[in-house]
């Protein structure tokens, strides 16, 4: 069993920026890849990012690619989401997840575990 707990979330002006921090209480977190997943009222969970057990491959939504970069510190059991040039439609509450999966993917239905989310609002 992986727990994950985000934190990091908060109100941004539009432009500004955030860093999400997922901390990991797995002893074996080296070996999940790991994603980021966003959900804004009224819309369906939609990935955002997600990154290998090594943290030598990265992906991202189209949406967020050039402002946003998933990293892991493997040595701390935390997964980060660097969120720059933040927009309105940004605005969703955010949440990390685990995957017993070899490799991470874009679909929730792929992960096994996730965090509670952390709100994330972006003013105009």
């Known amino acids: 069993q992986v727990q994950l707990v985000e934190s990091g979330g908060g109100l941004v002006q539009a432009g500004g920026s955030l860093r999400l921090s997922c901390a990991a209480s797995a002893r074996t977190f080296s070996s999940y890849p790991m994603g980021w997943f966003r959900q804004a009222p009224g819309k369906e969970r939609e990935f955002v990012a997600a990154i290998s057990r090594s943290g030598g491959n990265t992906y991202y939504a189209d949406s967020v690619k050039g402002r946003f970069t998933i990293s892991r510190d493997n040595a701390k059991n935390t997964v980060y989401l660097q969120m720059n040039s933040l927009k309105p439609e940004d605005t969703a509450v955010y949440y990390c997840?685990?995957?017993?999966?070899?490799?991470?993917?874009?679909?929730?239905?792929?992960?096994?575990?996730w965090g509670q989310g952390t709100q994330v609002t972006v003013s105009s």
């Open positions: 997840a685990a995957t017993r999966r070899v490799s991470s993917s874009s679909s929730p239905g792929s992960y096994d575990y």
